[in-house]
């Protein structure tokens, strides 16, 4: 019998296509606060470190809709992904979730207390929350890409000193500089006076981070996962995809020399998003690797929900959608422009 499809794909296909799309959103928009936040601690002085929370302070619950949502549609969609990822990974996802609840705290608390060490203390925690959450995301990445040892039953649970192993320590550092880059852009584009100049020469220094983690990544794919790169190796028109998003990264110095941050602000979002898309074809057909054997590997269509279920949800897709991208533009249209303080701000 043929299979469902839509637009030409078949449904679990096309389900992995609408939570990878839902998850780059989120690297985009949470990148961004959490690279804001990881600079916090370079901010010396008082009314910087309050304009530069106050830069992230209207978008920042917004951006972790995104989550939720990509959270949800995983569970959703592919519930034996779900379940074996978080039970193979079960301590990073747990010291994420700690970390964005102490995060939250942390920018609701400062502001609540005038005593010095009350709004240090919170700077600390908001800081360092954001380069774990950015850290953590990467070192998950790390994992997914490189596989993780299941098994025939798919039960597992991997060891805080497995998770951390040197290929995913080396993508979560990548991952902190790309947030930090993307980061600086926002922050740059908020910002004016000594504040502005400040982050304009941090920003130069992030990038070149960036470009320099980027390429030692990249190295060690080749070196020691060579099997990563199989799919572009068998249609080399797919290396046009991470091609231009290094073309949209080296395009960045330009038009900060510019001082079009703006610009470069959308490439380094275009770049996160066609990185996220080689990240899918490196997986697809497969949605989790195994280290131990590729029989066992989990792909889309043995994990999806059946193909009744997907066709609904895609409707709740077709509805939700349009409605969660309007609520972000209508955010970002309202506060945009520099960040002026006044008594509400944080």
């Not at 389900?15 to 998850?23: A, N, Q, R």
């Not at 978080?86 to 990073?92: F, G, K, N, R």
């Not at 850290?135 to 890409?145: C, D, R």
């Not at 970002?332 to 006044?342: A, H």
Request: proline share 4%.
């Amino acid at each position: 019998m043929e299979a469902d499809t839509l637009l030409g794909l078949d449904y679990p296909t096309l389900w992995f296509i609408v939570v990878g799309g839902l998850f780059s959103g989120y690297a985009v928009l949470d990148g961004f606060d959490f690279g804001a936040g990881a600079w916090h601690l370079f901010f010396k002085k008082e009314k910087s470190r309050r304009i530069a929370l106050n830069a992230v302070g209207p978008v920042w619950d917004g951006n972790e809709v995104w989550l939720v949502i990509g959270g949800g549609a995983l569970f959703a969609g592919f519930p034996l992904v779900y379940a074996t990822l978080l039970s193979a990974l079960y301590i990073p996802f747990m010291l994420f979730l700690f970390f964005i609840i102490l995060r939250a705290i942390s920018i609701e608390f400062r502001g609540k207390e005038e005593m010095k060490w009350w709004k240090k203390t919170w700077d600390i925690t908001y800081s360092v929350s954001s380069i774990m959450l950015a850290l953590l995301l990467g070192i998950l990445m790390g994992n997914v890409l490189q596989g993780i040892p299941l098994e025939e039953n798919h039960d597992l649970s991997v060891p805080l000193i497995s998770v951390l192993n040197p290929f995913s320590i080396l993508i979560g550092i990548t991952t902190l500089a790309l947030f930090m880059m993307h980061g600086g852009l926002y922050l740059v584009m908020k910002t004016e006076g000594k504040l502005y100049d400040k982050i304009h020469r941090l920003l130069k220094q992030a990038i070149i981070g960036f470009v320099v983690l980027f390429s030692i990544s990249t190295v060690y794919v080749l070196i020691y996962l060579p099997h990563l790169s199989d799919k572009f190796q068998e249609s080399p028109a797919l290396f046009l995809i991470p091609l231009l998003g290094i073309l949209g990264i080296a395009n960045i110095p330009r038009l900060v020399s510019m001082q079009k941050f703006f610009r470069a602000f959308l490439f380094s979002g275009l770049s996160i998003c066609l990185f996220m898309i080689v990240i899918a074809i490196e997986l697809y057909p497969s949605i989790l690797i195994s280290s131990i054997d590729a029989a066992y590997d989990i792909t889309v269509y043995e994990a999806a929900s059946s193909t009744k279920t997907l066709k609904t949800m895609m409707g709740f897709v077709a509805i939700g959608g349009p409605l969660v991208l309007a609520y972000t533009v209508f955010v970002y249209r309202t506060f945009k422009g520099k960040v002026e303080l006044d008594e509400m701000s944080y």
